[in-house]
């Protein structure tokens, strides 16, 4: 497991655009601080909470689905990982190992972003409240995107389309799971509550009260379980995939 952790680790740093989307993720938090701080121009020194931080934490989300995707799903395409399954006991060693890396490059990335945008907001001398549960707000968001990411790659080791693997989960977040929540239907409104992104909602809530949902009416636990369980389905089928099937010639 080590060994595939190293060489999937490598295959990262040693790929030029590791450093494009590096730049991407992290701009997408720290950018919108510059250019409030830049626009502003008030005498008093405006306060942000963790709530205006997760909302730069959407644009995140996107660039790391289009990231896994594009990612995943190109490595199976161009058959680059013929030589990875020929120096492993397992393949699936080498898809959790993937996972794991994506994972950690996506993590430290929002770790950054963040402490930029923290950083920005303070040399333009406004005020940021993390007070009340907003550091968990935020490492929830993490886990949040980092459930999607997993999502995506699942997605892509199954269909193997680069297009398929980015559209299917950004159309999900953007529109299908908001229009099953918002369709005046009982039987819409009853799966929606069982819905990744809803559950997400429902948890920052719980640590969180500015950012509570009153939509879901469960509790913490089957919250858990449902965003849980949706991306080990994914998950799942992307392991299989990547082990049952053979990689294109």
């Excluded at 497991?1 to 720290?30: F, I, N």
């Excluded at 890396?101 to 950054?112: M, S």
């Excluded at 999502?151 to 980015?166: E, H, K, N, P, Y």
Aim: charged share 10%; glycine share 8%.
């Amino acid at each position: 497991m080590l060994s595939a952790l190293k060489s999937e680790l490598l295959r990262l740093l040693t790929l030029r655009s590791t450093l494009v989307y590096a730049v991407l993720l992290t701009g997408t938090l720290y950018g919108p601080p510059v250019l409030i701080v830049a626009l502003d121009s008030g005498s008093e020194s405006p306060t942000y909470t963790a709530a205006d931080l997760g909302q730069f934490s959407v644009i995140f989300m996107i660039v790391a689905i289009v990231f896994a995707g594009a990612s995943t799903a190109g490595e199976i395409r161009r058959g680059s990982l013929g030589v990875t399954f020929l120096t492993q006991r397992s393949r699936w060693v080498s898809y959790l190992a993937r996972a794991v890396v994506v994972c950690l490059f996506l993590a430290l990335n929002f770790i950054v972003g963040m402490a930029l945008a923290l950083g920005v907001f303070k040399v333009g001398s406004a005020q940021v409240d993390l007070f009340g549960g907003g550091v968990a707000y935020l490492a929830l968001n993490l886990l949040s995107l980092l459930s999607f990411v997993l999502i995506t790659m699942g997605l892509a080791a199954v269909t193997r389309s680069t297009a398929a693997a980015i559209a299917l989960p950004l159309a999900w977040l953007l529109f299908i799971e908001s229009l099953f929540a918002s369709v005046p239907i009982k039987a819409f409104q009853e799966v929606a509550q069982w819905l990744p992104l809803v559950n997400w909602s429902y948890l920052f809530g719980t640590v969180y009260p500015p950012a509570a949902s009153e939509f879901i009416t469960h509790g913490a636990g089957p919250a858990i379980a449902a965003v849980s369980v949706s991306t080990a389905i994914f998950l799942g089928g992307g392991w299989y995939s990547h082990v049952a099937r053979d990689i294109p010639a």
